[in-house]
């Protein structure tokens, strides 16, 4: 998956859903990040600040991706969606 | 001695107009301390094996919860228990608020409801007696009148109404109970049952304090005040009191195990319509239940193409889910009327949307057409004809003479194949979560005696990472290996094994499934430390887990009585061939592997293969070898 160059400055949409809102900046779900550099998608989320094991689906502009695939790189202007392991309600 | 109880029961003969109390001790409450546990055994003891449902015999057990009441977070319910119209076999729903606390409050554990009054009524309860009103004036008014009309009566502003609907008093399968208008014991039909009694409301009013019940009154109010302060510290609770059930849409949709058409799909693809961010703009607030931090119940009000007031509760995710994805409908606004409708007659959301899904198929395959339905379009993404259809179940008027049967009846009626996607265990309709994406949910749903339910043990995600907070919570149950969500072998059926005696254990305590770990904020010590701190009991862990087995077990045998057996822990065929639509595509529940992991659930419960009874061997070591002899009263 080619999805740009690792080194160049980029600007994410992050979206926390459910309880993971609760480790958005200011517990807030919905933000923009700018990181140094492109990177693949789980050191993007350890720059967050969500706990990779507290998120059951990723998200990368809509498309669910496996958070461990090195292939997938967070690029310019990305989108990410972090879901919970949701339960009963 | 305190013991968290009042020690008394009330009993009310409708056939004869009498109300009695009677007591027990603490030897008997350490064992049926209170909910599930309190209600199955005066069901099983005293309803005659066979009764009609809607009959003079059934026995309708409302039960408080042990801890209901407490300044605790999450201790508020009861449990509604009697012979289901709708299943024929054990009926169970738990409802919040702040009846159950106040029944407590009135110097009440339960109220039994035998017989049948020959005339509408309402009972009054207030502060140790009871008293059967005339109720002809109320029968056929909407619920706020009728709240409205008792406080006026009694003069009591804060008397806690609960009471049923239309859908109720015309003995709808599926008919419902609500507390305070905005508390619902919403499954397997008790609504019906109370309607069969013609008793439309219980009203109870109560000046005792859970202090004056608690063997240790301050040491309980320490803890719940810490707890009340960790509710925002915690990401699962701090979640339920930022969006309620609700936040659940999207997460669920994104892992494809968002119930669509019928439980085709695992995924909604205008989810946004009836996501959160379309939720927030309907939404007006939230409400709380007795002494709880969380403020989950979510509150909506607009007036747009439909006018929906705050007078009720929701739509909570349920609602959502079964009146929008499932029916194909992706209007939020309509979905929310659609809620407001069935809390205005008194249905439960979860049967009434399955059942419309279900139908909505038929008519999909030309089984069903609005010449069969009175003629209502009824067909996937006909929201208008949904809202039509909701008054006619309820009133069991044109189309809902048949829809008010529920999916099964509806099936055996129409036939051509379309059991195999009627979406019921038991008969009751699947709750809002698709089990093909966890099947320890499917476990509940099949071998649940009271059908289809999603409150009966943990969800599979939970255990999938032991790093995550939900995993840690569920440490000191003795869950310490993760396994998959997809995954039905030895482990996690030890886990649900677990799960359902844990969440068994909650509904005989009263506490909400939202309170304790795992799913929430209340760690499983402080659970422990809640009861000792009530009771003066020495509880442990394993204790409070034989508590929730024996509820079980008080179920199982109420249905062994009245015929069911293994064959009837079963899902419906849909679910063991492929998800259809989103990131679980091509996933099913396969057949064999399912059936191997019953037969390990039964062999760890104690339970016949064959026959899926309990052996009298677990019977004895819960204390239940009497249930084996039919009614009768046990030792303590």
Redesign the interface.
């Known amino acids: 998956m080619d999805r740009g160059r690792i080194g160049q400055a980029v600007r994410v949409r992050v979206h926390l ?7 958005g900046p200011g ?1 807030r779900a919905r933000f923009e990040i700018r990181i140094d550099h492109e990177m693949p998608i789980s050191d993007a989320l350890r720059l967050i600040g969500v ?4 998120v ?2 990723f ?1 990368l502009n809509g498309v ?1 991706v496996r958070l461990g695939d090195p292939a997938i790189i967070v690029t310019d202007d990305d989108r990410i ?1 972090c ?7 | 001695m305190a013991f968290g109880s009042n020690g008394a029961i009330l009993r009310v003969d409708l056939t004869r107009g009498t109300t009695a109390v009677e007591t027990f001790d603490e030897a008997f409450y350490r064992r049926y301390p209170g909910g599930k546990a309190l209600a199955a055994y005066h069901l099983l003891r005293e309803m005659p094996a066979g009764a009609d449902p809607l009959g003079p015999d059934n026995v309708l057990v409302l039960a408080a919860g042990l801890l209901a009441g407490a300044p605790l977070s999450t201790a508020t319910r009861f449990s509604a228990i009697a012979r289901s119209p709708l299943t024929g076999g054990f009926g169970e729903s738990e409802a919040g608020g702040y009846w159950g606390p106040e029944l407590k409050m009135a110097g009440f554990d339960a109220i039994i409801l035998t017989g049948r009054s020959p005339e509408p009524v309402w009972l009054w309860v207030r502060d140790g007696a009871a008293e059967i009103r005339d109720g002809r004036a109320l029968w056929g008014q909407d619920p706020p009148t009728v709240q409205a009309a008792i406080r006026e009566e009694t003069g009591e502003k804060l008397a806690r109404v609960l009471q049923i609907g239309r859908a109720g008093e015309n003995l709808v399968p599926y008919a419902m109970i609500m507390n305070d208008l905005r508390h619902y014991n919403g499954r397997t039909g008790m609504g019906a049952v109370m309607g069969s009694k013609n008793v439309r409301v219980i009203a109870v009013k109560g000046s005792r304090r859970y202090a004056e019940l608690a063997h240790d009154p301050q040491a309980l109010a320490e803890i719940g005040k810490r707890l009340s302060k960790t509710v925002a510290e915690h ?2 609770s ?2 339920l009191r ?2 309620g ?1 609700p ?2 849409t ?3 949709n ?3 195990i968002l119930p669509t058409r019928n439980f085709r799909l695992g995924s909604f693809e205008q989810v946004e319509g009836i996501g ?1 961010h379309a939720y927030e703009a309907i939404r007006s607030g939230t409400r709380s239940c007795y002494a709880c931090a969380i403020r989950c119940k979510p509150e909506t009000a607009f007036e747009g193409r439909y006018r929906v007031t705050d007078t009720y509760d929701g739509p ?3 609602a959502i889910a079964g009146f929008g994805s499932n029916c194909a409908i992706f209007d939020i606004e309509l979905v929310a009327r659609a809620n407001e409708l069935c809390n205005e007659v008194g249905l439960d959301v979860i049967s009434t949307a399955g059942t419309v899904a279900f139908v909505m198929e038929c008519v999909e395959h030309g089984l069903l057409g609005p010449a069969d339905l009175g003629g209502l379009d009824l067909r996937f993404g006909n929201g208008e004809a949904l809202l039509e259809a909701i008054p006619l179940i309820a009133d069991r008027r044109g189309a809902g003479e048949l829809l008010a049967l529920g999916s099964r009846r509806i099936a055996e009626r129409v036939g051509g194949g379309s059991a195999a996607f009627a979406m019921q265990v038991k008969g009751l309709e699947l ?3 698709e089990p093909r994406g966890k099947v320890g949910v499917a476990l509940g749903y099949a071998t649940n005696e009271a059908g289809a339910d ?2 009966v043990a ?2 599979d ?2 255990f ?8 840690k919570g569920a440490v000191p149950l003795g869950i310490t290996e993760p396994v998959g969500a997809l995954d039905l072998g030895e482990k996690k059926v030890g886990i649900w094994y677990t799960g359902e005696r844990w969440n068994s254990a909650e509904k005989v305590l009263g506490l909400c ?1 939202f309170g304790p770990a795992p ?1 929430s904020f209340m760690q499983v010590d402080d659970v422990v430390a809640a009861v000792r701190a009530a009771t003066g009991w020495d509880v442990t862990v394993d204790e409070l887990l034989e508590i929730g087995e024996r509820s079980v077990n008080l179920a199982r045998m109420f249905n062994v009585r009245e015929g069911f057996t293994r064959k009837d822990d079963r899902l419906p065929d849909r679910l063991h061939t492929a998800l259809e639509g989103g ?1 679980l595509t091509g996933t099913s529940i396969d057949r064999d592997a399912f059936e191997a992991a019953i037969s390990a659930l039964y062999a760890l419960k104690g339970w016949d293969p064959a026959t899926g009874a309990p052996t009298p061997e677990r019977l004895g070591r819960l204390g239940l070898e009497w249930t084996a002899a039919g009614s009768g009263k046990p030792s303590a």
């Open positions: 859903w459910g309880e993971l809102g609760f480790y517990k706990p990779e094991a507290d059951a689906v998200g669910v969606d879901f919970p392991p949701t339960s009963g309600g | 990401p699962q701090w979640d930022t969006k059930t936040g659940l999207d997460g669920l994104a892992a494809g959160w909570e995710y349920e709750a809002m979560h999603h409150l943990f969800h995600p939970i999938v990472n032991p790093e995550s907070v939900a995993f499934f799913r990131p």
